[in-house]
């Protein structure tokens, strides 16, 4: 099977190519380095053909409302007029728990995004997934003498679970709102950033921050917990702490 993956060299792209490999399929990079623009529109109709299915985890590096927007909204709608072009047969996005219940500026482009995969030409599936455990590294902020977190419950998942439920889902058909993936247990923010700080060797200290408003009061309430029955990771926090990739990654960071 032909598998493109839009922001296959992003991080998580990286784990759903490889997953996609590990299954035996073949693996279709949509990003600029392969000269495929999804805000331009630019190489996608020679990327894609009707051998295709399109696993899209492209994303925006913006927490603000109306870039997120403007970011899901045009590639999303250039994707899918292309896959529409070339005859592409199922198309699965990548998107988050509890974006459709928390008015968060970077969720609001996530909705967008389904909006679009829901009402568009393709046969469709949406994941939605919880927190990477990886996402506790990306609240640190390098330069800082404190590390300032949000008040959050998250219920954390592997990525390399989730980017092989991805291509799980997209071998096997167009589902829908596929059932929501998640870790195996709840953790609050604040204490992901600190049990991540203390394995690379910092004792700088932790700030809970709770956000105004329903924001905050969704995040600490369990807006960002699974609404019902789903796929399971296996991988804990402490786990993914002691793997010899996030090791590795301590290291280079002392």
């Not at 399929?25 to 380095?33: F, I």
């Not at 500026?105 to 994941?127: D, F, N």
Request: aromatic share 6%.
């Amino acid at each position: 099977m032909r598998i493109a993956v839009a922001g296959g060299t992003g991080w998580i792209g990286r784990l759903v190519v490889d997953a996609v490999q590990d299954a035996g399929h073949e693996p279709v990079v949509l990003a600029r380095s392969q000269g495929v623009d999804l805000v331009r529109g630019t190489g996608l109709d020679d990327a894609l053909t009707s051998e295709s299915a399109v696993i899209d985890v492209s994303n925006a590096p913006t927490t603000r409302r109306k870039r997120s927007e403007a970011f899901f909204g045009t590639a999303t709608r250039n994707l899918l007029a292309a896959e529409e072009r070339a005859g592409v047969r199922h198309h699965v996005a990548l998107s988050i728990v509890g974006s459709d219940r928390i008015d968060f500026g970077y969720y609001a482009g996530k909705r967008r995004h389904e909006q679009l995969v829901r009402s568009g030409p393709i046969p469709w599936t949406v994941l939605r997934s919880t927190q990477f455990h990886e996402f506790a590294a990306q609240l640190i902020h390098h330069r800082w003498p404190v590390a300032v977190v949000p008040e959050m419950i998250s219920q954390p998942v592997a990525a390399h679970e989730v980017a092989r439920c991805l291509v799980d889902l997209v071998v096997g058909g167009p589902v829908g709102l596929a059932p929501e993936i998640a870790g195996p247990e709840r953790c609050r923010m604040p204490d992901m950033v600190r049990r991540l700080l203390r394995a690379r060797g910092s004792h700088r200290p932790v700030v809970p921050l709770r956000l105004p408003g329903q924001t905050g009061r969704e995040f600490i309430q369990g807006g960002l917990l699974p609404s019902g029955p789903g796929p399971r990771g296996e991988q804990t926090f402490d786990q993914w702490l002691a793997s010899p990739a996030t090791q590795r990654m301590a290291r280079s960071r002392r």
